[in-house]
């Protein structure tokens, strides 16, 4: 079965770190999103895959290429403007054909594709929809199904009183081709509020797989970094510390897992890394620094005795002596907080920004 992975959003709620970086490029305990799904989907049987996207198509391609890198073959469907999640589809209709599958690429889960595919076949299903409970229903697109699986009603973004079930659209469908007719070529168009109510409006066999397997999408910065300790917790373990290439860590210095330390670093004298905490490839932690529950990726340098804590820090970034960037704060690619900052209560620095000396204490 083929997959089309949806690449092509504009990821507005995850910047600053989508600025630079495509949001399926983002780094995930050091390796993009989307080869996490990759591998998944590799996994699941599933190696014809085409990547439908519209921009930053040079740091998807650049990196992924065909393919034969992760056992799979990649194609991709270029859009020249926001074709939205269906629109996108119908941009790549020359390259489907049988039943196909569409994955939401800023998604990481184990949900089980061949028991859904299973029910997919069971029901002779036109569409089927993974469904995720989530604790917080409002936000995302609730899926009402009959005791059968059937969907009954699709209630996107739904007010407190409206939610009547806390499973959601994990934005993973099986569709069969015919789906294809309910989406006008060239328009932007999504699945969640045009395709589906429509085709379910008129009869359409549309079913839900409903499953409990870890589900997340990287959607905003706080959703990012949760996925990040998620999987520190799962891979590295509760207090293992797992370094990928060389690095040099004073014998002073004093790191508690669950963390990841990349290729290259330098972890000064009387620094404390405290998991969990992801350390990308070529960072310099100086000399009494404290990094606790954060994501750092490449290249950045923090100075003596400053402190993160539960943050994420883009490439190249610079954290002054003293300086504290604290619980949500996020910072874009090469910014530069001068010595003595306070930052805290999730402030958002947009890339290339720099913080005189002594000028935030929030
Ligand atoms: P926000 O701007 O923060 O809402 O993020 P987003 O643009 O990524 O939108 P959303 O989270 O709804 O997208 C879910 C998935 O669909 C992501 O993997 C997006 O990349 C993808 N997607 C959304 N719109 C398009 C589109 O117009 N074309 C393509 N190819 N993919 C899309």
Known sequence: MKAVILAGGEATRLRPLSCNTAKLMVPVLNHPLLENLINYLKRNDITDIIIALGQQVEQIQGYFGDGSK???RIVYSVEHFPMGTAGAVKNAERLLGEPFMVFNGDIFTDIDLTAMMDLHCQKKACVSIALTPVEDPTIYGVVET??????????????????????????IYILEPEILNYIPPKVFFTFERNVFPAALERGQAIYGYPSEAYWIDIGTPEKYLRLNHDLLQRYVGNKRVKFEGESAVHPQAQIEGAAIIGDGCFIGKNSIIRGPAVIGSGCQIEEGAIVEGAVLWQNCKVGKGAKLKNCVVASNCYIGEESEVLDGCVLGDNVRIERGNKLSQGIRIWPDKSIEPDAISF
């Open 70 to 72: 992760y056992g799979v």
């Open 146 to 171: 009959d005791a059968g699986n059937r969907v009954k009603l699709f209630v996107e973004k739904p007010s407190r009183d409206e939610v009547t079930t806390n499973m959601i659209n994990a934005g």
